[in-house]
């Protein structure tokens, strides 16, 4: 899978709190290295990176980003950007070129996306044609391009891991380990 950051456009603290930290956790469930938040709510910042200490791995979060400088920036990087919504190439015919970049940023909007996104991006792919979460379409997206199988990642240096069983549940605490 290639390098990926989410950048999340539009997030509005008073109405998607719920929504932002979702899209940031599958991301990070799902291989994420981060996400950028072009807005300033540092809840959302702190309660991603708690659950990445506390369930282990490495994601970050930076908050109040200019959504263009980090385009370009990460363009200027050799870097790919992929627009997520509802317009654009479907996803099943875009999935083997976005696998071949090294470095994807994955780009989500929560009200109206600025106009200039699509002429940024390099893909605008469709995620379904129909009205849709960008929690879903992170999930969907990350989970065709991935490698190997994303839903059975492990992560190192984990406060906490769950033990998959068939029936029932099991949290083993990793510190009380030690």
Known sequence: MPRVVILRLGHRPERDKRIT???GL?????????MLLASN??????????VAERW???FYVENDVSW??????WKEQGGKVCHL?????????ATEEIK???????????????SEIYDLADWNVAVGNQPH??????ALTMDRIAQEEPLKKEFGDAELTIVPMECGKRVIDNKKRE
């Open 41 to 50: 709510d540092k809840g959302i910042k702190n309660a991603i990176e708690d």
């Open 26 to 34: 599958t991301a990070r469930a799902l291989g994420a290295e981060g």
């Open 21 to 23: 930290t979702h899209v």
């Open 56 to 58: 282990g791995g490495k």
């Open 85 to 93: 919504s509802m317009y654009g190439i479907n996803l099943p015919d």
């Open 68 to 73: 263009k400088g980090e385009i370009k920036k």
């Open 133 to 138: 979460s960008e929690v879903a379409a992170v």
């Open 100 to 114: 071949g970049c090294e470095k994807l940023m994955i780009v989500v909007g929560a009200e109206k996306v600025p």
